[in-house]
């Protein structure tokens, strides 16, 4: 068989080579992190060895970094009235999360369904600040939840804009900055968050690592798994030292790919789809965008068949999200951007990393060439 080219970087990421060395340096150890004699040691230095390491990508203290299972435990870590600032004791009021949050964002984590207020974006994917400065005028002690970058069109939100917003309202501001690592800045000064959440399978980490990093005076005063006391308390459960020791060797590669390299991957990727297909749209094209991301729908185009054309001819894309099930839904990102729903069910996704050659993205487009007019007169046909 020959080799697949791989395009869904924004669903999951390769495994880095040094994430895979720290993994089975850990998996060939035996120790739990809290034993105090010499193997519980090793593990445990394994993990702050992490921790140290994921600190430096965010720019912040390893101290305020958080283990979980997951980013979407990390949101769901982040997301609860229990959050305190050293000024502000009292439970958070509200939940106020942009339209176009990941689904473990938008389920509104541990807030009561009615303290969550969804916030419309613009037809250009950014979050409405009228919208914004309006809600946080209605709410004592809001909390806020933007993301950084979105995983289906690579849109980037303005988040220092926001932060400077929320902070002046008395709110506090997680940013769920999965996408972010590698591709873009995730200093948490820099951008103003108070909480980041961080996934280690989208940076070259293995699949079931994540984190949530807050400033030094957040304090999340209810755990989400209560027990034996790991990670200063806010993350019950013996660790997952293997996984832990790869996100943070990913971690710390993580910003030596070549964002320019990308990009210019990324657009000769675009201008060999618009070549072939000039009624092709492009979301998002002109916005400040992810340098590894396009998200496009052709009138008449079903995305389900033009996956599935890829697939068989060795390309791995995806439609908008792929990250709920194997069902291609109409993507609540292009809906809240306002695009037409029969064009947004059409939408594929293709997402490029560190490792995308130049000829996977020559095969893509000779594939794009040989399928298109077949899938255009499959849904014509069957119309
Ligand atoms: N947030 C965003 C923006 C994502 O893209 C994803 C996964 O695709 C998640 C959160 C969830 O990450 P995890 O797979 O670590 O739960």
Same mark, same amino acid.
């Given at each position: ?28 150890? $035996?120790?739990?992190? &809290?034993?105090?004699? #010499?193997?519980?040691? !090793?593990?445990?230095? %394994? +993990? @702050?060895? *992490?921790? /140290? ?12 970094? $958080?283990?979980?299972? &997951?980013?979407?435990? #990390?949101?769901?870590? !982040?997301?609860?009235? %229990? +959050? @305190?600032? *050293?000024? /502000? ?295």
């Amino acid at each position: 068989m020959t080799e697949r080219a791989y395009f869904d970087w924004n669903a999951t990421a390769p495994l880095r080579e040094p994430a895979r060395a720290a993994m089975m340096l850990s998996m060939a150890a $035996t120790g739990n992190a &809290s034993s105090v004699h #010499a193997e519980g040691r !090793a593990a445990r230095q %394994a +993990i @702050e060895a *992490a921790r /140290e390491n994921v600190a430096k990508l965010t720019g912040d203290e390893a101290k305020n970094v $958080t283990f979980t299972s &997951s980013a979407t435990e #990390a949101n769901m870590l !982040a997301l609860t009235p %229990a +959050i @305190e600032t *050293a000024a /502000e004791k009292r439970k958070r009021d509200k939940l106020l999360v942009s339209a176009i949050e990941h689904p473990s964002v938008l389920c509104g984590g541990r807030f009561a369904p009615e303290a969550v207020e969804k916030l419309p974006v613009t037809n250009a994917g950014l979050l409405d600040l009228h919208a914004l400065r309006s809600a946080l005028a209605r709410t004592e002690r809001p909390l806020v939840s933007v993301m950084l970058a979105n995983n289906e069109t690579g849109i980037i939100q303005p988040i220092s804009d926001i932060a400077h917003i929320v902070h002046a309202a008395n709110g506090v501001l997680h940013v769920d900055a999965v996408q972010a690592p590698g591709r873009i800045n995730c200093r948490m000064s820099e951008l103003g968050a108070d909480l980041m959440s961080l996934s280690a399978h989208k940076l070259g980490g293995p699949q079931g690592a994540g984190a949530l990093i807050r400033r030094g005076d957040i304090h999340i005063a209810e755990p989400l798994i209560k027990g034996g006391g790991q990670e200063r308390a806010l993350r019950a459960g013996t660790e997952n030292v293997a996984a832990i020791a790869g996100f943070g060797a990913a971690a710390a590669v993580a910003n030596q790919t070549d964002a320019a390299r990308m990009t210019a991957l990324r657009d000769r990727l675009e201008s060999g789809l618009k070549a072939v297909t000039p009624q092709a749209i492009i979301f998002g094209q002109g916005c400040a965008r992810l340098p590894n991301t396009t998200l496009f729908a052709v009138p008449g185009m079903k995305a389900e068949t033009a996956i599935i054309a890829f697939d068989l001819n060795g390309v791995a894309v995806s439609s908008g999200s792929a990250c709920s099930s194997g069902k291609v839904q109409a993507s609540h990102v292009l809906a809240a951007m306002g695009v037409e729903p029969a064009l947004a069910r059409g939408a594929v996704r293709i997402s490029l990393g560190w490792s995308t050659t130049q000829a996977d993205v020559e095969r893509l487009l000779d594939t794009w060439k040989n399928v298109i007019s077949s899938l255009l007169k499959t849904h014509a046909t069957a119309a």
